[in-house]
């Protein structure tokens, strides 16, 4: 009786240790790794519980790693959004953004309510009616709307909030979702725009004025008066010649607007181009009493970009420093490699200069250092906007220097053929 009854409690012990070893490599099964599978000789039922758990586990591990995955791709498309976007829940707290909500607000804690990175109440009270829910608890309001904001800070930041709200509540909690798009190009460009048609119609509305005012004259006071006739019929041409110049800058303006992004490929010969330019304003330079020095390094590879477009850029500057020159002076025009895969062409002039505070506005549409002088000069202002507009489509360079009292530089840097 004593050896039976002490058979069986060695048996019972390692059945129970057998249990224990099983009840602790089922509690490992749940860790990130996989345990060692136990042999449990003296409880096989046990074994085959064991071996079955292992299999259960690692399909729920399998599982896991791919619902893992999922919600990192999801993230992974969330992040490369390139707007902003923020998830809110029910209470209107941030449960999700993406990087660029992060890049614009800052970090943002979770569950932080909205009002805490963006104080602004017309978009507040759009996302508050967006969640609203009736006594029923269906939402009352449509399920998106649109809300034009400017974010505060430096530059400001024009967006307009796109805000939705999903049918039903993400794992993450979003019942909302706004997206903010960055508006600010855009209403520049419309302000731009704006200024632009301003801008034209008021240079075309003076010469127009005077010639209806000549007319005026013409048929009226100075009918008989012969001398008077030729000299107002003098202006009118001038007034005339002006509004073509004007449509005809702003047809070039235009024409070179519409293919900017389109990048000019002939390889193009600069000496060639800049002596054209020297023969167009030949009579011009005597007429100043300003001579063209044209000096283009002997071994200057060839530009990458269109002829027509590079004559219409040096005749401008040409003509330019041929207008401001002082008499007796001459424009100095050099063509040399700029590094590898470059080459800058200079035209300087001996001037009064230009005040340095205007240098980064010259390029803008209609502006000019001096209004009056530069009208008397025949001048219309778009010239060098369509330099700049010409050498951004070459995906070249304008440089601008000046020494008042001295004179300019303006130096045309351009990509060569490869
Ligand atoms: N070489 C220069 N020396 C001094 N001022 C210059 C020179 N080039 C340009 N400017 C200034 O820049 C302004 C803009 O030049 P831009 O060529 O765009 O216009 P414009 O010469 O007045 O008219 P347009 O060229 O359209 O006939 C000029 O009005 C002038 O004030
Ligand atoms: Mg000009």
Do not use: C
């Not at 509690?27 to 996989?34: H, R, V």
């Not at 017309?122 to 508050?128: E, K, P, V, Y």
């Not at 460009?189 to 119609?201: G, P, Q």
């Not at 951004?392 to 601008?400: E, F, P, Q, V, Y």
């Amino acid at each position: 009786m004593a050896g039976i009854a002490l058979a069986t409690a060695i048996l019972v012990q390692r059945y129970l240790g057998s249990l224990a070893r099983f009840a602790r490599f089922v509690g490992e099964l749940s860790g990130e790794q996989e345990p060692a599978m136990p042999r449990l000789p003296f409880a096989p039922a046990t074994e085959e519980l064991a071996s079955a758990a292992a299999t259960l586990a690692a399909g729920w591990r399998r599982q896991r790693a791919s619902i893992d995955n999922l919600a990192q791709s999801a993230q992974a498309i969330v992040d490369g959004l390139p707007d902003p976007l923020i998830g809110v829940d029910r209470q209107r707290r941030i449960v999700r953004t993406n990087r660029a909500a992060r890049a614009l607000l800052g970090s943002i804690g979770a569950e932080r309510d909205l009002s805490t990175v963006l104080r602004h109440p017309a978009l507040l009270s759009a996302i508050d009616a967006l969640l609203e829910t009736g006594a029923d608890g269906n939402f009352v309001n449509p399920d998106q709307t649109a809300v034009d904001l400017v974010l505060s800070g430096v530059p400001e930041v024009e967006v307009i909030a796109h805000a939705r709200r999903l049918p039903r509540a993400a794992a993450d909690g979003s019942l909302a979702l706004i997206v903010l798009h960055d508006t600010t190009a855009l209403r520049r460009a419309e302000r731009m725009r704006a200024d632009f048609v301003a801008n034209a119609s008021h240079e075309l509305k003076t010469p127009i004025a005077g010639l209806l005012g000549f007319i005026e004259t013409l048929r009226g006071p100075a009918r008989d008066d012969a001398a008077a006739r030729e000299r107002f019929l003098g202006i009118m041409a001038e007034q005339a010649d002006r509004m073509r110049r004007l449509v005809d800058d702003l047809l070039t303006l235009s024409r070179i607007e519409q293919h900017e992004h389109a990048r000019p490929d002939s390889a193009v010969d600069l000496a060639r181009v800049l002596a054209g330019v020297r023969d167009l304003l030949q009579l011009k330079a005597l007429a100043r009493g300003v001579a063209v020095d044209i000096a283009v390094d002997p071994g200057l590879p060839r530009a990458l970009g269109d002829y027509d477009e590079l004559t219409i850029v040096f005749q401008n500057l040409i003509d330019n420093a041929l207008k401001y020159a002082r008499a007796g002076t001459a424009v100095k025009v050099t063509a040399r490699p700029a590094g590898t895969d470059r080459v800058a062409v200079s035209v300087g002039d001996e001037s009064d200069g230009i005040p340095a505070a205007h240098l980064p506005r010259l390029t803008e549409r209609f502006y000019r250092v001096d209004n009056a002088r530069s009208r008397q000069l025949g001048g219309t202002g778009l010239g060098l906007a369509i330099v700049k507009h010409v050498v951004n489509r070459h995906r070249g360079r304008l440089d601008i220097r000046s020494t008042p009292g001295k004179g300019s530089v303006f130096t045309v840097t351009l990509p060569v053929v490869p």
